[in-house]
């Protein structure tokens, strides 16, 4: 199995109708219409899914691990942005 | 009402799938790419599945599969091929799963026997004829290399075509319409990957077409071999 030229594509499932896509896993394709269908082969292949959606690589701009601090680190200690501060109605089931 | 199972055709129809099945299988770590492996894979299940329905319907799975000789095995010529390139593998998954989707719609809305694994199948076939139909545009339209092969391929394989439209005792189809349907959906994929349409024959003297009958082409006794030498030298194998 040797490499091949064809550019690498990312693929997103959603598993069913109502749910959001979901990042499965990556695969090689000459263009996008064979992507769909690797796509369908890979990672459908025992009922998983319902839509695909297949992205060049390329195409995705992701942050950078040195950026990790500036990013995600004054996140860490602002409790208050999490909705836990108040009392939750007797009798609500499902929040 | 009670309904016959037409043994024979069940048999025909089921030793194209199981031999189609095993011919693709053979591609397993040999594919071009890992992608396409588990695609061809993926048909050869789809196709194995189909055989097992079918044989059943015609007695024992197994011993149908594994026991017999070659001139007890009534598969069309053209599924026992053998894979070739990657081109020939796709010309002749082109021919036969366009002719396999004509046959299990026109079997799904019937009321044979066939009638309920031809619905279920019709959704596979139709799967597999359109893999065959983008890598035929793709090689064809592609390079100088590609459109070379597929060129010889589908012109290789094209005297193994007029077989399919013999009709079967037993399957209660328009063979006739079918034959048309086929050229046309076949043509038009060719002219769209910029190939010509193969001359020569189809039927008659100079054409295969004697599967149906028992009769089968020199490399098919090398892949029953294969096939079957597990099953035959420890039968009742599992694991």
């Known amino acids: 199995m040797t490499n091949t030229d064809w550019p690498l594509w990312e693929v997103f499932v959603r598993s069913r109708r109502g749910l959001s896509h979901t990042h499965a896993g990556s695969l090689h394709a000459p263009d996008a219409e064979l992507a769909l269908r690797n796509a369908r082969d890979l990672y459908t292949r025992r009922g998983e899914g319902v839509s695909i959606w297949v992205v060049p690589s390329a195409a995705i701009t992701a942050s950078s691990p040195d950026e990790k601090d500036p990013f995600f680190e004054p996140a860490a200690d602002k409790p208050y942005r999490h909705p836990t501060f108040y009392e939750i109605p007797e009798g609500v089931k499902h929040l | ?239």
């Open chain 2, 1 to 239: 009402m009670t309904l016959t199972v037409n043994t024979a055709a069940a048999l025909a129809l089921g030793d194209d799938a199981l031999v189609l099945s095993h011919r693709l299988g053979e591609w397993a770590g040999h594919a071009p790419v890992l992608e396409e492996e588990v695609a061809l894979a993926n048909i050869a299940l789809d196709l194995l599945g189909q055989a097992r329905v079918l044989l059943s319907m015609a007695g024992d799975e197994d011993e149908l599969a594994y026991l017999r000789e070659e001139r007890a095995f009534r598969n069309l010529q053209l599924v026992e091929q053998p894979n070739g390139d990657f081109a020939h593998t796709i010309a002749r998954q082109l021919y036969f799963s366009t002719y396999q989707r004509l046959l299990y719609a026109q079997l799904a809305s019937g009321d044979s026997e066939f009638a309920p694994l031809a619905a279920k199948a019709v959704k596979e076939v139709a799967y597999h004829q359109d893999h065959a139909e983008q890598w035929t545009l793709r090689l064809g339209d592609g390079t100088d290399e590609s459109r070379e092969r597929m060129s010889r391929a589908c012109q290789a394989l094209w005297r193994f075509t007029g077989e399919m439209f013999q009709p079967l005792d037993g399957v209660d189809v328009d063979w006739d319409g079918m034959r048309a349907a086929w050229l046309e959906s076949v043509e038009d994929t060719l002219r769209r990957a910029t190939l010509t349409v193969p001359e020569g024959p189809r039927t008659g003297a100079w054409t295969a077409g004697a599967g149906r009958q028992g009769l089968h082409t020199e490399s098919f006794g090398r892949m029953l071999a294969e096939m079957q030498h597990l099953h035959r030298s420890h039968p009742g194998a599992s694991w």
